[in-house]
C-alpha cells in the first residue's frame, strides 16, 4: 500500500452500514483467544476531542448551572417511529393519534422536530440547529455516531447534573450504558431500548437438515463459530447446495464483530489482530460452501430468501421481528409464517440503539429530567412502554418479569415462532452477556464496514490473499479516518 496515500488528510465519511459498534462480546462462546494487537502508524497532526471531567452525583437535584422554566420543551430525532410514544407514555397521551398531535403542536408546551430523514443523516441536520442557535432540550444519537456528540461537552449535557446518577439506571444492560458514557466514564447519554440479537431459523428446516428439534438442541448445535460452520456444512450437503444457514454476510458479520476483544483503535493506530483473519476464514467457509446467502441487506433478495426456503436463518435484532424478519417469512400468513424459532446463535450480539441525550443549553431541565425517568429509569412507566409499543425495553428487572409472565408483546410477531415461542427470553440472556468495557472507540462503525468491504471485495470474491486483504482494508480505513496514524 501507498504510504503517502495512507497520510493524506481526505474528508473523512460515515460507512453507510445498518450496523452499530465493533466492540461486544462474551469470552465464553470466542473462539479466537484474547491477544496482544499488532499496530500500523504513520506520524499524522491529530486534534484530541473535547474532554470531559468526572461528574459528581448530585442526587436528585438539578445543578444550579442547569436551566429550568422554558416555555417550550424540544424534543428533536430523525423519525417518528418511537419518540411521540415515549411523549405519548410519559405524558399520558393516545398512542393512536400523538403522532398527528405533536405534527400539528396540539400537544401543550412539547415541540417536537422530526427531521423526517435517515439515521445516518440526522447529525448534519442536528449540526444545522447548533449552528443556527435552534431552540433544542433533547435529542436522540444513533450508536454509529452518537460519540460525535457524547464527547462533545458542548452539545451534551452530564446527566447527572439533571440529578440522573447510578442509582437511577441500576437495571440497565451494561453495554448500553458504555455507549452512552464519553472517553472518561461519564455517562452523558441514556437508552430506553436494548437491541439485543439472536439467531433466528426455520424450526422444521432445522429437524430436516440438523435433527434438532429446539431452540436449546440449536444451540448446543451451532453455539459457537466452529460449529456454526459444521452446520452450514450440513445443511449445504444435505440440501445438496439449495439452502443456506445465514441470511448475509452483513447478518454474519454483525454477530461475529461483538466478540472482538481488543479495540479498533489504541493510541491512534488502527489494530488488526487475529480476531480479524479468523472472521475472514469463517466467512470465506461460509461462502464458498454456501452457507451463508450472496444476498446483501435491505434488499428484495434478502427477504425473498427466507420465503423462497433457501435461506434457513437469520441473524435479527430485537427491532427486526416485526420488520425484516417478519417480511422473511412471508407476511402474516405468508407461506413460511409460523415455522421459525429462535436461539442465542454463536456468540451474543447486538445491533442498533438510540440514545437520549440533553442540550447543554436546555432552558427546560427538569422536563427533560422527568422525560428521561420515564422512558429510562421508572420501571412502571417502562413496563407499560414495553408491552404498548411494544418494545424491548433497557431494564432488564421488567424485561425478566415479562417475560416470566409469558407477555405477549405482539400477537403478528409471536405468531411467526413456532409454538408460540417466547422469542424474547433467548435475547435476554444474550443482553446480560454483551460486554464490551473498555472497546469502544468514536471510528467504530466505519472501521468495522471498512472491514467488511475489504473481506467482501478481496478475500471472497476477489480471491485475494490475506496479506493483500490487510492493505486493501487500510487504504479504506486510511480514506475514511485520516486522523489515525499509521507505520509501513
Same mark, same amino acid.
Given at each position: 500500500m501507498n504510504t503517502l496515500k495512507r497520510t493524506l488528510a481526505l474528508v473523512a465519511t460515515l460507512a453507510m452500514t445498518a450496523t452499530a459498534f465493533a466492540s461486544c462480546g462474551d469470552e465464553k462462546k470466542e473462539s479466537t483467544p484474547k491477544e496482544e494487537p499488532t499496530t500500523t502508524a504513520t506520524p499524522e497532526d491529530t486534534t484530541a476531542p473535547e474532554e470531559t471531567t468526572a461528574e459528581p452525583d448530585n442526587g436528585d437535584e438539578i445543578d444550579a448551572s442547569v436551566k429550568t422554566g422554558g416555555d417550550t420543551f424540544t424534543i428533536a430525532a430523525w423519525n417518528h417511529d418511537d419518540v411521540p410514544y415515549l411523549i405519548a407514555q410519559w405524558k399520558g397521551l393516545s398512542f393512536d393519534t400523538v403522532v398527528e398531535d405533536?405534527? !400539528?403542536n396540539k400537544v401543550d408546551g412539547i415541540k417536537f422536530i422530526d427531521m423526517n430523514v435517515g439515521g445516518g443523516q440526522a447529525a448534519e441536520k442536528y449540526d444545522q440547529l447548533f449552528n443556527e442557535g435552534s431552540d433544542l432540550d433533547v435529542y436522540f444519537c444513533e450508536a454509529d455516531w452518537a460519540l460525535k456528540y457524547i464527547n462533545d461537552d458542548s452539545k451534551t449535557l452530564a446527566l447527572s447534573k439533571l440529578g440522573l446518577g447510578d442509582s437511577k439506571f441500576t437495571n440497565i444492560y451494561n453495554?448500553? !450504558?458504555e455507549i452512552g458514557k464519553d472517553q472518561n466514564g461519564v455517562r452523558k447519554g441514556i437508552s430506553w431500548q436494548a437491541a439485543a440479537g439472536g439467531f433466528a431459523y426455520r424450526a422444521d428446516l432445522a429437524e430436516e437438515y440438523l435433527g434438532v428439534k429446539s431452540p436449546d438442541e440449536m444451540d448446543a448445535k451451532i453455539g459457537n463459530w466452529e460449529n456454526f460452520v459444521a452446520a452450514a456444512k450440513e445443511v449445504s450437503e444435505k440440501s445438496s447446495g439449495g439452502v443456506a444457514l445465514a441470511d448475509t454476510l452483513g447478518g454474519l458479520w454483525q454477530a461475529f464483530a461483538c466478540g472482538r476483544t481488543q479495540p479498533w483503535v489504541v493510541d491512534n493506530k488502527l489494530v488488526i489482530d487475529d480476531f480479524c483473519k479468523n472472521f475472514a476464514d469463517t466467512a470465506k467457509e461460509l461462502w464458498d460452501c454456501g452457507g451463508v446467502t450472496k444476498n446483501s441487506q435491505w434488499t428484495d #433478495?434478502?427477504?425473498a430468501a427466507g420465503v423462497s426456503g433457501n435461506c434457513m436463518g437469520?441473524?435479527?435484532?430485537?427491532?427486526?421481528?416485526?420488520?425484516f424478519f417478519l417480511d422473511a417469512a412471508g407476511g402474516e400468513n405468508g407461506a413460511q409464517y409460523g415455522k421459525w424459532a429462535v436461539c442465542q446463535g454463536p456468540t451474543p450480539f447486538y445491533w442498533g440503539g438510540t440514545w437520549i441525550v440533553v442540550n447543554p443549553e436546555t432552558d427546560n431541565g427538569e422536563e427533560a429530567r422527568d422525560f428521561i425517568i420515564s422512558a429510562t429509569s421508572d #420501571?412502571?412507566?417502562?413496563?407499560?412502554?414495553a408491552k404498548a409499543k411494544p418494545e424491548y425495553v433497557n431494564?432488564?428487572?421488567?424485561? !425478566?418479569d415479562l417475560i416470566a409472565g409469558d407477555t405477549v408483546f405482539n400477537p403478528t410477531v409471536s405468531g411467526n415462532f413456532k409454538d408460540g415461542q417466547n422469542y424474547f427470553k433467548k435475547l435476554a440472556e444474550n443482553a446480560k452477556s454483551i460486554d464490551f468495557k473498555g472497546l469502544i472507540t468514536p471510528y467504530d462503525s466505519t472501521i468495522k464496514g471498512n472491514f467488511a468491504d475489504a473481506v467482501k471485495e478481496n478475500y471472497l470474491d476477489g480471491n485475494k490473499s490475506w496479506d493483500e486483504t490487510v492493505e486493501a482494508f487500510k487504504d479504506k480505513v486510511a480514506e475514511s479516518v485520516p486522523d489515525l496514524e499509521w507505520d509501513d
Amino acid at each position: 500500500m501507498n504510504t503517502l496515500k495512507r497520510t493524506l488528510a481526505l474528508v473523512a465519511t460515515l460507512a453507510m452500514t445498518a450496523t452499530a459498534f465493533a466492540s461486544c462480546g462474551d469470552e465464553k462462546k470466542e473462539s479466537t483467544p484474547k491477544e496482544e494487537p499488532t499496530t500500523t502508524a504513520t506520524p499524522e497532526d491529530t486534534t484530541a476531542p473535547e474532554e470531559t471531567t468526572a461528574e459528581p452525583d448530585n442526587g436528585d437535584e438539578i445543578d444550579a448551572s442547569v436551566k429550568t422554566g422554558g416555555d417550550t420543551f424540544t424534543i428533536a430525532a430523525w423519525n417518528h417511529d418511537d419518540v411521540p410514544y415515549l411523549i405519548a407514555q410519559w405524558k399520558g397521551l393516545s398512542f393512536d393519534t400523538v403522532v398527528e398531535d405533536l405534527a !400539528d403542536n396540539k400537544v401543550d408546551g412539547i415541540k417536537f422536530i422530526d427531521m423526517n430523514v435517515g439515521g445516518g443523516q440526522a447529525a448534519e441536520k442536528y449540526d444545522q440547529l447548533f449552528n443556527e442557535g435552534s431552540d433544542l432540550d433533547v435529542y436522540f444519537c444513533e450508536a454509529d455516531w452518537a460519540l460525535k456528540y457524547i464527547n462533545d461537552d458542548s452539545k451534551t449535557l452530564a446527566l447527572s447534573k439533571l440529578g440522573l446518577g447510578d442509582s437511577k439506571f441500576t437495571n440497565i444492560y451494561n453495554y448500553t !450504558d458504555e455507549i452512552g458514557k464519553d472517553q472518561n466514564g461519564v455517562r452523558k447519554g441514556i437508552s430506553w431500548q436494548a437491541a439485543a440479537g439472536g439467531f433466528a431459523y426455520r424450526a422444521d428446516l432445522a429437524e430436516e437438515y440438523l435433527g434438532v428439534k429446539s431452540p436449546d438442541e440449536m444451540d448446543a448445535k451451532i453455539g459457537n463459530w466452529e460449529n456454526f460452520v459444521a452446520a452450514a456444512k450440513e445443511v449445504s450437503e444435505k440440501s445438496s447446495g439449495g439452502v443456506a444457514l445465514a441470511d448475509t454476510l452483513g447478518g454474519l458479520w454483525q454477530a461475529f464483530a461483538c466478540g472482538r476483544t481488543q479495540p479498533w483503535v489504541v493510541d491512534n493506530k488502527l489494530v488488526i489482530d487475529d480476531f480479524c483473519k479468523n472472521f475472514a476464514d469463517t466467512a470465506k467457509e461460509l461462502w464458498d460452501c454456501g452457507g451463508v446467502t450472496k444476498n446483501s441487506q435491505w434488499t428484495d #433478495e434478502w427477504t425473498a430468501a427466507g420465503v423462497s426456503g433457501n435461506c434457513m436463518g437469520y441473524f435479527v435484532s430485537t427491532w427486526g421481528f416485526g420488520g425484516f424478519f417478519l417480511d422473511a417469512a412471508g407476511g402474516e400468513n405468508g407461506a413460511q409464517y409460523g415455522k421459525w424459532a429462535v436461539c442465542q446463535g454463536p456468540t451474543p450480539f447486538y445491533w442498533g440503539g438510540t440514545w437520549i441525550v440533553v442540550n447543554p443549553e436546555t432552558d427546560n431541565g427538569e422536563e427533560a429530567r422527568d422525560f428521561i425517568i420515564s422512558a429510562t429509569s421508572d #420501571e412502571a412507566q417502562m413496563s407499560a412502554y414495553a408491552k404498548a409499543k411494544p418494545e424491548y425495553v433497557n431494564n432488564s428487572q421488567v424485561m !425478566d418479569d415479562l417475560i416470566a409472565g409469558d407477555t405477549v408483546f405482539n400477537p403478528t410477531v409471536s405468531g411467526n415462532f413456532k409454538d408460540g415461542q417466547n422469542y424474547f427470553k433467548k435475547l435476554a440472556e444474550n443482553a446480560k452477556s454483551i460486554d464490551f468495557k473498555g472497546l469502544i472507540t468514536p471510528y467504530d462503525s466505519t472501521i468495522k464496514g471498512n472491514f467488511a468491504d475489504a473481506v467482501k471485495e478481496n478475500y471472497l470474491d476477489g480471491n485475494k490473499s490475506w496479506d493483500e486483504t490487510v492493505e486493501a482494508f487500510k487504504d479504506k480505513v486510511a480514506e475514511s479516518v485520516p486522523d489515525l496514524e499509521w507505520d509501513d
